[in-house]
């Protein structure tokens, strides 16, 4: 159940048949994934998220693509989105990230979870040591 | 503020002063953050969280000590725990971690937080191909 | 699969029965969806939970209907409460939010998402001209 | 206390003080908020979280400036972001936000979070009229 | 920093008054904590917040009032509520709440935000057993 | 859908079957639900897991069994994860909580989600009083 209706025929519209056919390129392969498919009810949401996604998360930077697709995973579990977990675990499982690593990450995330709240309901004064803001 | 009270002398409890001791000898320095000694409060909770934290974060495994920082600090972020954000940012500097890796981390943070925000709004149907459960 | 047992026959409750004549009255028609069928199961919490969100929602006020709705939508994403988004989401078009309306919706809750985490990292200092507090 | 620390002059940097002067034209003073002098710590991540930013928040659009803002606050509060609840309140006042439509904003939020974990903890079926995607 | 102006002189409004003087009733005493006087900016938030509050928390039920208290500073912490969070620890403390009662409290609530992470990540199908709607 | 397979026959290896064993015989029954086979994935946080789960909630403490369960479900509402929803509020049925008390634990927990999304837009400074770290 969705909360907006993908449209029947997308590629029909030239602005997302062009961003179907980025999405196809980068990745070398013909599958186009629904969050996609259901953004084309509005071209340019759905230019606008592509674009955003594929410039952090495509391109070459300072941090390597498996790293990226954990930290990404990470977040969306923090933040309780179920697609956005299973499409990140995928894609970091696809870029090389072994059952041992998954199971690490886990480990963080949930470690880090628990810290976060016992620190949220403690309140201990930051450090100065901490602060990097110069 | 707070909302408990450190005790004016933890160390004078021994389970107090091996966890400080213990952390100070992994740490190979003598600073102990307020986390610790807001935590000394309790000595069960203070070890209890210090192993916790110390068999996650200080111990190898199979990811490396900058990228356990970087995914802790994420997880911080969308958690909005300020002590941890800072207590991790810092950690993740000191691990070796550039600004243009911190830049970075920001960047797929903050993105993954856009796609978590409307992938919640929009429920598009999980693709099969992302089910990891066979 | 719920947490709690729905009454089979809800309005055999005087104060259930109340309840349910005055949504169907507000609304205009004879439909009762399941958040208040489910409520049912403690009358109290039925009834408190109703003139809340009747109060607020269902009377004339400073904000217009469609806008009141669009804003339960965006905070229902934010918390991540899947029958709260498709039921306000559903609602804001009954007002008549338009799919344009709908897209840029989505695009203010995730850009505002982004920028959420962006700053719970970087934390930069509040600047002073914020202060509304006189 | 922040997590970066930003530079102390700048505008030296050409891209920063392109950055800086569209945001002096659009918002027609020459007040630069914190966010933005704190996130030249990196050019590049500047010009994409303002180009988003302004994109959204800044052009006409199917939403007036003022709702814009006004549920550009909401998600900030439900995200528990500090910085962003001060700027994006003062920013929906400047846009005409008056007091009664600041204590309605809040209203709502505040029962929209009420009945949100009200939901998330019941977990009714969600009704099939619900469903927009057909 | 706060996002509204309290009013200089809040019980010269009758209906802040006699907020104010059922608050003080209640409590048996005159101190009157921030939240009501800021709320004062807006006399009818202040009247509904207060009722729901009074209602929930103030008054004998099925819970005992430490116990509610309890719950309710473990529901800030979650929602990362820095105002919430200290004045319902302080008001568990009142209540009755131990030392010990509260390490405690902090166990259990950070330990559920370990797993609430681990099962937001992992997702296991719910057991049928769990199904309590019959 | 998971983002895990579970090992078709679990107890085939050893430390899973001592888990197993001490979760069957910390509840006197055979019932493993799926959290648990899940976790099998990777025996080492499945054991971190159990042992945190079982000496926070398994064990005579200061706070009963009852209150412990019912802390934990509020926990996990606020969190939004489903399946700890479920279980949570089973196990605190199943240590005695009655519809009453279920009841009252939802207007806890919702009513504290108002509060907190109002404080957190409002930002009230926090009393003096409410300092417990004296």
Redesign the interface.
């Known amino acids: 159940?969705?909360?907006?209706?993908?449209p029947a025929n997308p590629e029909a519209d030239p602005r997302v048949k062009a961003i179907f056919d980025d999405i196809r390129q980068i990745r070398g392969n013909d599958?186009i994934?629904?969050?996609w498919?259901?953004?084309a009810?509005?071209p340019?949401?759905l230019e606008?998220?592509w674009r955003?996604?594929r410039?952090?998360?495509a391109k070459p930077?300072?941090?390597d693509f498996k790293?990226?697709e954990?930290?990404?995973?990470?977040?969306?579990?923090?933040?309780?989105?179920?697609?956005?977990?299973?499409?990140?675990?995928?894609a970091a499982?696809a870029r090389g990230m072994?059952?041992?690593?998954?199971?690490?990450?886990?480990?963080?995330?949930?470690?880090?979870?628990?810290?976060?709240?016992?620190?949220?309901?403690?309140?201990?004064?930051?450090?100065?040591?901490?602060?990097?803001?110069?």
């Open positions: 159940m969705s909360t907006v209706t993908p599958f994934n629904n969050v498919r259901y953004l009810f509005d340019a949401l606008e998220t955003d996604v410039d952090v998360m930077s300072a941090i790293t990226k954990m930290i990404y995973a990470a977040v969306s579990i923090a933040n309780s989105c179920d697609y956005c977990v299973h499409s990140h675990t995928a499982k072994s059952d041992a690593e998954h199971a690490e990450l886990l480990r963080i995330v949930s470690t880090a979870a628990r810290t976060n709240h016992l620190l949220n309901a403690i309140k201990p004064p930051i450090d100065e040591v901490f602060d990097l803001s110069e």
